[in-house]
């Protein structure tokens, strides 16, 4: 008895090590708003952020003709589900350090430029991760290739630099795509081989305090700026080389922060050698992020989680290792399963053609139509596959006089 008093905590099992002990992990991230942030945050509120508009027109590379209307991000209402709590979890705990659950507690959002909720912290944050990881993704292609070509001997400056294109007087207002054309040529004659575009159609007047229409460009892009004063004297073009940068992740987060904002226009263009049609453009391709579905640890695929303990559940966005008493599954592994599978299925017949689909269900003019097509018995029924895309008013009042004169033309022809 002597002895086992002694040494109680001998017998005990020992807890089973985890395989991240030889790399360890960050066991707990908070995400909360910065003090800078806030700090736009409450700026936006004192001026006219919300109401600045600017109209610009815009041929599209189809060439049709459309109005851009611009405003500033975050302007327009959210949607309904923006904001809601969304717990996924693990509770694998044999495979997670400290024998804890992992949890992730975090808002759903829509992740659209406009959305007054969601884009300063959730696309503004996505955006300038994405464009910085493809920015790093290609320095390090082209540092393998030029080390292959030339192991003592670099051509290419591959080191970003940030660039500031102001277009003169007389070209401010034209229409927008004539703007970033002649923008794009300019940065390239002065020596800009690829990169980034963003644009600002407003500024904000450091004197009043207030956002004013004063339309230019931000260029994150490799190269060397040369001749800048004969371009700005030529064509009244300004061409600002603000150098390179200490943290390319913040240039690019600070610019997207108060870029303009349009349902037609990506706020992000790239171009050149890193544009999405250039000869390497698939290797340093920005993979998409699935780190919200598996666990981080053990790799097991995350369910939904409740808070169980004391209180009310956390009022901020945190990813990492919890107590295990105070959080607990809804759903079993299984089920979480059936349930994605379920929502993949039904995101597949949510953008089904209608139209398509209106003509095979054996009802309406479909149907005759396509009994038409077998009594005739033609070999060659692609030429006919444009049909489908007619819309369905204009099929229901064209059925009598249009089908039949339509396909006995076709017919003639095949």
């Known amino acids: 008895m002597t002895q086992l008093t002694l040494h109680e905590d001998w017998y005990l099992l020992p807890e089973k090590r985890s395989k991240d002990t030889i790399e360890p992990k960050a066991i707990f991230t908070k995400k909360q708003l910065t003090d800078k942030q806030k700090s736009w945050l409450k700026s936006h509120d004192e001026s006219n952020w919300q109401d600045i508009v600017l109209t610009q027109d815009y041929k599209t590379p189809k060439g049709f003709l459309k109005k851009l209307v611009w405003r500033l991000p975050g302007t327009f209402e959210r949607k309904d589900t923006c904001g809601q709590w969304i717990t996924k979890g693990c509770d694998n705990v044999f495979g997670h350090p400290e024998n804890k659950k992992f949890v992730r507690h975090s808002k759903r959002s829509c992740f659209r430029s406009k959305c007054e909720y969601c884009w300063l912290e959730k696309w503004l944050a996505r955006e300038s991760h994405r464009a910085t990881t493809r920015i ?173 303990g004391q209180g009310e559940p956390p009022d901020y966005e945190f990813v990492g290792l919890v107590n295990s008493k105070d959080w607990k599954a809804k759903e079993t592994l299984e089920q979480a399963v059936d349930k994605k599978e379920m929502t993949r299925n039904n995101i597949k017949n949510r953008y089904k053609n209608p139209r398509k689909d209106f003509i095979n269900d054996g009802q309406g003019i479909g149907s005759d139509y396509y009994r038409f097509l077998e009594n005739i018995k033609l070999k060659n029924r692609k030429s006919l596959d444009h049909y489908h895309y007619f819309s369905t008013e204009f099929l229901e009042k064209t059925a009598k006089s249009f089908i039949p004169s339509y396909v006995l033309s076709l017919a003639r022809r095949l």
């Open 136 to 308: 790093e993704n290609y320095v390090k292609v082209f540092k393998h290739l030029q080390f292959a070509r030339h192991p003592k001997f670099q051509r290419k400056y591959l080191n970003p630099i940030h660039v500031i294109v102001s277009p003169s007087w007389n070209d401010k207002f034209i229409s927008f795509d004539q703007l970033k054309n002649k923008a794009r040529k300019l940065i390239e004659h002065a020596g800009i081989e690829g990169g980034l575009m963003i644009y600002h159609p407003f500024s904000l007047d450091e004197k009043t305090g207030q956002w004013v229409t004063r339309p230019h460009f931000h260029v994150v892009g490799f190269g060397w700026i040369i001749n800048t004063r004969k371009i700005s004297d030529s064509d009244g073009w300004v061409i600002k080389n603000k150098g390179l940068r200490d943290s390319l992740h913040s240039t690019i987060y600070y610019q997207l922060s108060h870029a303009g904002v349009s349902d037609d226009v990506h706020s992000i263009t790239w171009f050149g050698s890193l544009g999405y049609r250039a000869k390497y453009a698939d290797r340093f391709k920005v993979e998409e992020d699935d780190e919200t579905d598996f666990c981080d640890y053990c790799g097991c695929m995350l369910v939904d989680f409740e808070f169980v």
